[in-house]
């Protein structure tokens, strides 16, 4: 016969049963549970992402309950009338876990955890669990630690909870409390050393990315499992992993794109976002989102197929302006269109972002106008000039070779004249290293516009001129002159 205590909740007699909060989530049974609170914005299935959530993380969904509320209750989140419903579910599914689509504070997945005598997980915590089982490299492993250890420490007493057990006397007083403050000592070093050593991977990451200045770079960037993966293999052939689940890719992949009509490109594929992303992974993974922090453009890939879809870029946007980048030119790229029901979401859809384009990386529907797209967006940032160099600067000239489309060249008896495009970032980087330049059309960052007294005559030589002001900064907002598709 099992063991039976009485709740202190509902004060109802109720099954006896051990959980521990360090094991997994896999292979466990879980319900379902959510409060809706009047400023939410519920779907037609209010459990559609918690459910591919807990799907994710490897649990079997065995049931579901949802309440309304003007307000949470402060003790247990949902009113005791929830709690005792949920409660005869548990034991009718012989449930292993309850998964909240909340955040829930300490204390009332405390209290959950006492009347239900069940595991109960809040939103953020699953969302951690989902990724700490997908982190695969060094990187995203340490933001995952980081992220998971800021999380437990305010909620370390109610996994000591077991000690509450032990028999007290001489020599056995206060065991739980000494234990607590050890693991809390230790928790709070072991975060600022993971702190330290993120910081070293994101100097590293942002020297890696500026080492790759002269090649443009596009990024896609959207909520998880909107296809973006599935489109870098189409444009790139990277034969990266793209499956039909939450948070597939945690690391940036980065591949050379044939842009047709121009040529090769930098395409990276980074981290999915999500309703409600936790603050903490945001700050955890700034490294991982370095590549498109530094992108010239973004392509933020929504899923059309979605009914939530709009809901899902305005989080998008949300998050994108959490980690500073939401002034970046992005187009907006409305994917899996060959779904029944798309086409209608995108007319929609495209009433409010207008400049969208609606593709299916499934089929390759829109692929060639997407290109278009893409090389009229970067084209924007091009700087059209007249270059004037020493003819044994070799050196020089091959590099403008390299990255500037190359319209004429001129040799004198002395010096080369070059006509070329190129993208301002390049053209800041010439004129910030004293190179003699002439603007004919377009713009070039600020820092090296000080460098240009006319745009009709020729700067003066590195010897005659102190050039100490050769780090170069873009145009405040940004390099674009605009967006293709509006920010929410």
Known sequence: MATRRRSPILGVIIPLHTHDRSEGL??????????????????????????????????????????????????????KGKVAELLGLIEM????????????????????????????????????????SKAQTHEARLAVELAQLEYSLPRLKRMWTHLSRQSMGVGMRGPGEKQLEVDRRLAEKRVQDLKAELEKVEKRKAREVASRSD?????????????????????????????????????????????????PILLSDTVGFIRDLPHRLIASFRATLEETRHADLLMHVADASNPAVLQQISAVYKVLKEIGIEEKETLLVLNKVDCEGAIERVKSIQDRYPNSIPISAHTGLGIQKLAMAVSDALTKNFVELEVRLPLEDGKTIAWLASVAEIMSKQYNDDHALVHCRMPSSAAGKLAGHGADIRVIAGKIPIAAEKSLPDSATFLPSASDEDHSHATTEPIAGGTASGTIGEVA
Do not use: C
């Open 215 to 263: 090649t443009f770079s596009v990024s896609l960037a959207g909520y998880t499992n909107a296809g973006k993966s599935t489109l870098m293999n189409v444009l790139t052939n990277a034969n990266v992993e793209a499956v039909d689940r939450l948070f597939a890719t945690l690391d940036t992949r980065t591949r050379k794109w044939m842009l047709p009509g121009w040529g």
């Open 26 to 79: 896999a292979s466990e049974r879980s319900i379902l549970a959510r409060l809706i609170l009047p400023k939410d914005t519920a779907a037609e299935d209010p459990f559609d992402e918690l459910n591919g959530l807990a799907t994710t993380a490897g649990t079997t969904v065995v049931g579901t309950v949802v309440q309304r509320r003007e307000h949470p209750d402060q003790t247990t989140y949902l009113g």
């Open 93 to 132: 599914q012989n449930a292993d876990v309850v998964l909240f689509d909340n955040d829930l504070n300490p204390s009332q997945t405390r209290n959950l955890e006492r009347a239900l005598n069940i595991k109960v997980i809040d939103r953020s915590e699953l969302i951690l669990d989902i990724f700490a």
